[in-house]
């Protein structure tokens, strides 16, 4: 009988608590597979009572699979060399205005500035701050912040380096200090897929985004609270770190009445490392798991409990012809469930475990290290 094998790149498995999976704004988006959700944390920081936050910054192996490549502490009295400002109005808000006056550094942190400003005719200007000169594709970024109080809203997100969207908005306040969304950008036409949460913005948050080929994770204080994992909806262009202050005063809402300010105690971004290894063979035409898909499995829970990753993949590929595409959506989900198992025999339950057919981009393939992707077929 013909059989065909899969793939499994096993990258940094994420650890998830409670998860939400993150919901259309407006337009509805493909059905897309619902993950495993356990408990974990992901970076938080390392407790250090010198630090404005109380945390110091996530050390170089904070999450597995992931390379730490820069953390940028704020210390001095200007942002770093690859760091700029935001000026001008914001796009798509004739009533707001930004100044690189209002963006400062000093006693360990950057911050993003709200007041109304004599030079601008009296009217609410803002701080916006990006780490410009580093674009990535796919990685983990992770922001210590809090905000002083109600007015502006405050975006932490990923931007484009040319085009748009995509866009990913891993904490935006819309000018509370009671909750925060996220929200991704995706296609021409700027359909979202977006999720909400309850927070105390005033107090110190570790906020951030866990980007890979196959899924978008948005963590808070080490624990994931949303995710994307639909292929059409996953970006994968070079994008860059903004954090920012913003007025929405011309649309009521989002409008100071008081001076604000958004605090930034360390900013830390991990590199995306993929390490693959091969799952198979699969029967012609079948999802069965049978034992040479059994024996590849077992080897494989083995490996993502010892390596303790984070965030798992199960990429399902079809035989050629009709119906390809089903037939590895099958295989994935079998094999992801059989994953599953495996992992609680082992004692590990630390996973997030998203099954989905192979992508039709070559580029979406490749998965990050201790990330879990396999590749079935």
Same mark, same amino acid.
Do not use: K
């Given at each position: +009988?013909?059989? %065909?094998? $899969? ?8 650890? $998830? ?16 597979? %619902?993950? +495993? ?17 109380? +945390? ?21 009295? /200007? ?31 950057? /911050? ?49 380096? /040319? ?31 977006? @999720?909400?949460?309850? @927070? ?26 949303? @995710? ?38 360390? @900013? ?77 025999? $082992? ?14 981009? /070559? ?10 992707? $396999?590749?079935?077929?």
């Amino acid at each position: +009988m013909e059989r %065909r094998r $899969l793939s499994l790149c096993a990258l940094a498995l994420a650890l $998830l608590a409670p998860l939400a999976l993150a919901a259309p704004a407006g337009a509805s988006s493909p059905a897309r597979p %619902r993950p +495993m959700v356990v408990g974990a944390p992901f970076p938080v920081g390392v407790a250090d009572a010198a630090e404005p936050s109380g +945390m110091a910054p996530p050390g170089p192996s904070a999450l597995p699979g992931f390379t730490q490549r820069s953390v940028t502490d704020f210390t001095g009295t /200007s942002l770093p060399g690859n760091w700029g400002t935001f000026a001008d109005p914001a796009a798509g808000d004739p009533g707001s205005q930004w100044s690189p006056t209002h963006v400062t550094v000093g006693g360990g942190v950057l /911050s993003l500035n709200a007041w109304r400003d004599p030079a601008y005719a009296d009217q609410w200007v803002t701080g916006g701050a990006c780490d410009c000169a580093d674009p990535h594709t796919y990685g983990a970024f992770f922001v210590r912040s809090r905000e002083t109080g109600p007015g502006p809203t405050v975006v932490e997100l990923l931007w484009p380096t /040319s085009g748009w969207p995509p866009e990913i908005d891993f904490n935006e306040t819309n000018g509370s200090t009671t909750f925060s969304f996220a929200t991704l950008h995706w296609a021409s036409q700027d359909l979202q897929t977006q @999720v909400r949460r309850a @927070v105390d913005l005033t107090q110190w948050h570790t906020w951030g985004v866990v980007w890979t080929p196959t899924s978008v994770v948005y963590t808070l204080d080490g624990r994931p609270w949303g @995710v994307v994992n639909a292929p059409g909806e996953v970006p994968h262009v070079p994008l860059t770190l903004h954090i920012q202050q913003q007025t929405w005063c011309s649309q009521g809402y989002a409008c100071p009445t008081s001076d604000q300010s958004t605090l930034v105690d360390w @900013v830390a971004y991990y590199a995306y490392t993929p390490r693959v290894a091969t799952i198979g063979p699969f029967a012609a035409g079948s999802a069965a798991i049978d034992a040479p898909v059994r024996r590849a499995l077992d080897a494989a829970a083995l490996a993502i409990a010892r390596h303790r990753d984070p965030v798992v993949s199960v990429v399902g590929s079809g035989d050629p012809g009709p119906g390809g595409s089903t037939l590895g959506r099958r295989r994935a989900q079998s094999a992801r469930a059989y994953l599953l198992a495996r992992l609680a025999a $082992l004692g590990d339950r630390s996973v997030l475990v998203a099954a989905l057919p192979e992508p039709a981009s /070559s580029a979406a393939r490749g998965l990050s290290a201790r990330v879990v992707s $396999l590749t079935v077929g």
